[in-house]
Antibody, heavy 116, light 108 residues
């Protein structure tokens, strides 16, 4: 079964850091562009970052550029998001999603709450 | 950055009716690299349409996408009870990728 499972969310104070992980299974992970997408409580979807299969091309939303770092470990079928200098407005459910075009497989998400 | 504006914000319809949702881009979406997603409450988004008009695997044919350039449309020909949800458009033509703000289709 094709599956993505996120972990690493939690409660963190403003200015703090978190590292999210996404474990992939059921498909050839290294062949796919992977993404992070977030959804703040009661709000819409926001694309956060993408990384190609070889990690050769990475892109970020302006709202997180310079604070977040996406990476992957193809040997471990894992995707990561290092989040530094967290702000209140980063509070959201963070989901990993597969695909360079339409995002066809999504994880259930991990909750990140930034609050003092 | 390509800004996607969806309209209307809320669409109130009855089961069996036709739904027409609009997504307008602030600049041309090259190669029509635009997708549509459905999100039911408490669920993850579900890919419906990619490349503006191609249905994703397992999507019923009552869902169709059309448009090109800056104007795109998602049509649900006859609403089923499970279709009442929020719909998002998404462009993957350029970085940063962007989503529209969503259209809620609610039961009238």
């Amino acid at each position: 079964e094709v599956q993505l499972v996120e972990s690493g969310g939690g409660l963190v104070k403003p200015g703090g850091s978190l590292r999210l992980s996404c474990a992939a299974s059921g498909f050839t992970f290294s062949s796919y562009i992977m993404n992070w997408v977030r959804q703040a409580p009661g709000k819409g979807l926001e694309w956060v970052s993408s990384i190609t299969g070889s990690s050769g091309y990475i892109s970020y939303a302006e709202s997180v550029k310079g604070r977040f770092t996406i990476s992957r470990d193809n040997a471990k079928n894992s995707l990561f998001l290092q989040m530094n200098s967290l702000r209140d407005e980063d509070t959201a459910v963070y989901s990993c999603a597969r695909g360079g075009g339409g995002l066809d497989i999504w994880g259930q998400g991990t909750v990140v709450t930034v609050s003092s | 950055e390509i800004v996607l504006t969806q309209s209307p914000g809320t669409l109130s319809l009855s089961p069996g009716e036709r739904a027409t949702l609009s997504c307008r881009a602030s600049q041309s979406v090259s190669n029509n690299y635009l997708a549509w997603y459905q999100q039911r409450p408490g669920q993850t988004p579900r890919l419906l349409i990619y490349a503006a008009s191609s249905r994703a695997t397992g999507i019923p044919d009552r869902f169709s996408g059309s448009g090109s350039g800056t104007d795109f449309t998602l049509t649900i020909s006859r609403l089923e009870p499970e279709d009442f949800a929020v719909y998002y458009c998404y462009q993957y033509a350029t970085s940063p990728r962007t989503f529209g703000q969503g259209t809620k289709v609610e039961i009238k």
